[in-house]
């Protein structure tokens, strides 16, 4: 039996250690292509990207994008190379023969992308408005589309500016509970808790340790938030809410402050300026008379 | 008849049947070989391949070479390794612990491997690490499953697999955790990768998970005669001269390799390794020399096909490979269920 | 060759179950061990086939300790028939006596043709060549035993236990299987032990008997001195009367009336 034990060892250090040791010492060791200089052939895999492409007049150098409902019109007459949501080919991807390809954060697919020596800018997830400016002003970087990067992120920030300044002295910051798919909501480290922070507001999940908590209903309703923000995306209908039972004493659901939020006010495009304005005047009608 | 005849005869027999299981897999990769979403003629598709044994000027454009070389013939090889490491370990798995339930998942070894696998990803730490950290952990899930089970020196076979069920549902939970506590940045990758799909492959991947799989698989062949003993039961097996205690060991922790090396890389793929073994046991019969090669190569067909309705279905997205392995798996499997009642002998 | 039980002691947790048995067998002989349910008849048998590791005491097979050897070594010399045997899977009778050669095989061996042979003789001894390329599922009870005896017997033992071995059969079968048994031990010089119910096959086909009785032995020796009414009442609690058969020449039991209270409590 002793024999046998040996041999089993044998076997999975067989089984490993070959692997190891060839990634670790592979003579050809492949740098990662690099990005090009002005890339002609962009397929998108992030939506975020495709917009702030679009937005950078860049447009007219992507061949491919991902199917979405949220993607500026133009995108429709790229290939469309499926959902997110599903599984997307990484042949058709291939295929297309771009010079750079925005992804997100599947690895192992962006690895067989990188292999055959094309470049993959990985759209980091933006859990600030600050991020955000970064993001297009990286993005602006490499399609040599500088200036227009400058302008859209000056306008961004000089719109920021507005809202924080007009909203820093004020005394009533209302709490705000911000309802996500499945009874998530939003803590630190997502851009939603950002937008309702600067927007002047108090998110009630800002003490969690996850970017997207599951609260207790109990606490939400002792907490009584002044206002709910439903996510359309995903996210329960102002009816339901209403209907919640326990809800109805909630200060939100007397005063029938429950309003929902489209997808592009949460999302990392240059548009999530518009959900922090759009915040802002709910939270601050006072102050935001049009 | 004599035995020596009756041997001879069936062992022909058996080649037979390996040589017609091997080139319905040759004809799998095949076919699976010249199709996708992105239109490439057969007979291109050989010229492409052959150009990389000898020179021929390329008359084609580079996309469709790194279709093929570097998106296509990996994934397929992988669909292949995957599917047949799941049939041998699910096969392994039943023969062990003589039930039909029994599969990678029951047992709580493809969940621990999962979950070794997720909390690598969350850490962050290398991909290289995650086989290896996918292995531990799902070799200690099978050993914690198996010293729950054990009384008094002696495993009962359910006890065995309530054990696994209630192990497997506790790391699926951690899984689960890994999720919701994961950075955004991590938990896009968690989720793909749990889907449980080849959409992932690449040439990395093949060959990470070749070494384990086909040596494991090799390794839980050569206990085939112990594994028809311990069909008797435990105790006949002693009594031919089986080390029960050790085999059991060794058998498990061979399939926690071999599933935990496929699980690593493509994630949670469900129901070949329970339903493979079963149809092959209906054709073939419960002899481990023969049925354990037959659903390596039957559990690689089965999941290259299923692959390939994966990606040609719906293109150019992609249905998860899990749905189409459940759709095509278990009809058949109830259909042969009523052709031929019994199952495993139950 | 020579079996010899040494002082073997066993208890489950804390119930003891067998207390210092000690016989020996030799050569060529039957014997029988009965006694009522739960005296420890099972047990023993799987003490001898070091199945369970006794705590006290020695099981030796000329001279040589049962359980210094590997399983391997102890089944090419002991080969057992259990109580029962329930098997459900498609294997063919020749597979399952081929089985039986296990022992023999190392990993990475092939089945040669002496393994081939052994199971032709197997089949053979036990008279069941008609049925060997059918499925073991497709036969009957009986048969099923006598397949689980050659499967034993392609083990090449020098022991064979058996346990209970004629409870499933009818009475043709079970005269069959004894006296197959019979020629067993006489022709291939095997040690035959059998654990029984049935006290008449035992005193019939039995060179010696042992009754045990919580865990020892009550009684030993040849069936006329240890099948009388005493000792039967002793151990059972029942009167019985006994006869000889002038056909068999071995002697009968007949149960006669079953006494109320607990059986005698001295040995």
Redesign the interface.
Known sequence: ?KK??IG?II??I???V???V??RYSVVKQQPPSIPHLPQRIVSLSLVATEILFDLEAGDRIVGVIESPNNPPQAKEKV????TF???????V????PDLVFS??????N??IE???IPVFIV??C?SLDRVIVLVRNIGKIVGKESEAEVIALRMQERIDNIVTRVRDVANQPLVYFAGLNGTTRGP??LTHNLITLAGGINLAKDE????P?LSTEYIIEKNPDIIIVDERGGPSIEEIKRRDGWQNIKAVKNNRIYKSPKYFTNYTPRCIEGLEQFARWFHPQIFKE | MKAKEFFSKRKFKWSFILSGLAGGLFLTFVLALTVGSVNIHPFLVTKILFSKIIGIPRTWPASFEAVIIGVRIPRILLGALVGAALGVSGTAMQGLFRNPMASPYVTGVASGAAFGASLMIVLGIGSFWISPAAFLISVSTAFLVYSIARARNKVPVETLLLAGIAISLFFSALVSFTQYIAPEKQLRQIIFWLMGGLWGSNWDKVITCLPPILLGSVGISLFSRDLNAMLSGEEAARNVGVEVKNIRKIVLILASLVTSSAVAVTGIIGFVGLIIPHIMRIFVGPDHRILLPCSFLAGAIFLVWADILARTLIAPTELPVGIITAILGVPFFLFLLRRRKKLMGF | MRLKVDKVSFSYDSLAALKEVCFEVKTGEILGIIGPNGSGKTTLLKCINNILKPKRGVVFLDELNISSLRRKEIAKKVGVVPQNSVNRFDFTVFDAVLMGRFPYLGRFDRETKQDFDIVDRALELTGIQNLSSRLITEISGGEYQKVIIARALAQEPQVLLLDEPTLHLDISHQIEFLELLKLLARNEGLIVIIVSHDLNLAARYSDRVLILKEGEIYQAGVPEEVFIPKHIKDVYGIEVEIIRSSATNSINIIPLQFLRQNPGTQK
């Open positions: 039996m046998v034990w089993i076997l999975i067989c089984s490993f070959p692997v190891y060839l990634r469309q190379m499926g959902k599903g599984h997307l080919n990484i042949e058709m291939v295929g297309l023969e997100c954060h599947e690895i192992d697919a690895k067989t292999k055959r020596g980091d997830t859990n480290g997502s340790p996850v970017p997207f599951l």
